[in-house]
């Protein structure tokens, strides 16, 4: 499975315009060479029909073939379908991979949990016995501790909440770097060297 973001960077709505049009392409070489494509998520343009970026899922054993032959800048050249007379003639998009997050799937098989003596506040019985527990998730490493209650029971509970919750929390921040790591993407459009060029109001590939 690859991702791919299609990104009008910090170009105007022509841009836009050339990145619903690059998906609709994409969308017809994926069909003719059985790869499924799935949309991820997409950013309105400025302007109607206009998308500012868009993620796709490529699946299927041309996936990756169909990927490389996108990577990279595309051209097209034509007239601004929303400024007439307007001078510029060459409007570009990026294209680029992605990394998709990937959510901790977690069972109690993986997790060692230990009891501990306990300590801090509670007096005696919690210093004296062995009611707090420490749980470890083993493939990652990521390990709790809670002594909060007196009751080993209650503390392992709450120390598998815990721990759940940190796996969690590990997940989403992972998430948030590979989010921002695509925002990058859109300041990276190269104006130049196009992998792809089209030309005219019918979006027609040419060699050049």
């Known amino acids: 499975m690859i991702a791919l973001q299609i990104t009008s960077g910090q170009g105007p709505p022509e841009c836009q315009w050339v990145v619903t049009r690059v998906r609709g392409a994409l969308l017809a070489e994926a069909v003719a060479c059985d790869v499924h494509v799935h949309d ?4 309105a343009g400025g302007r109607e029909g206009c998308l500012r970026s868009c993620s796709l899922l490529l699946e299927g054993s041309g996936a990756e073939a169909v990927a490389d ?3 990279g800048t595309v051209q097209w050249i ?3 379908p929303f400024r007439p007379g307007h001078r510029r003639r060459n409007w570009f998009v990026g294209i680029d991979t992605f990394v998709l997050p990937e959510r901790i799937e977690w069972s109690a098989d993986e997790v060692r949990v230990e ?6 506040p509670g007096g005696q019985h919690v ?5 707090a527990v420490r749980a470890t998730h083993l493939p ?3 390990s709790v501790v809670s002594r909060d209650e007196r009751s080993q029971h209650r503390n392992r ?3 598998l909440a815990r721990l759940a919750a940190a796996l969690a929390g590990r ?9 921002h790591g695509r925002w990058r993407l859109h300041a990276r459009v190269e104006r130049g060297r196009a992998r792809r060029v089209f030309r005219g109001p019918g979006f027609e590939e040419t060699d050049r």
């Open 115 to 120: 009891a501990m003596r306990g300590s801090g």
């Open 127 to 131: 210093n004296t016995t062995a009611s």
């Open 40 to 43: 991820v998520e997409a950013a």
């Open 69 to 71: 032959r996108w990577r």
């Open 157 to 159: 509970s709450l120390a």
């Open 140 to 142: 990652t490493g990521l």
């Open 171 to 179: 997940c989403d921040a992972r998430e948030a770097d590979l989010r």
């Open 78 to 80: 034509g007239e601004s």
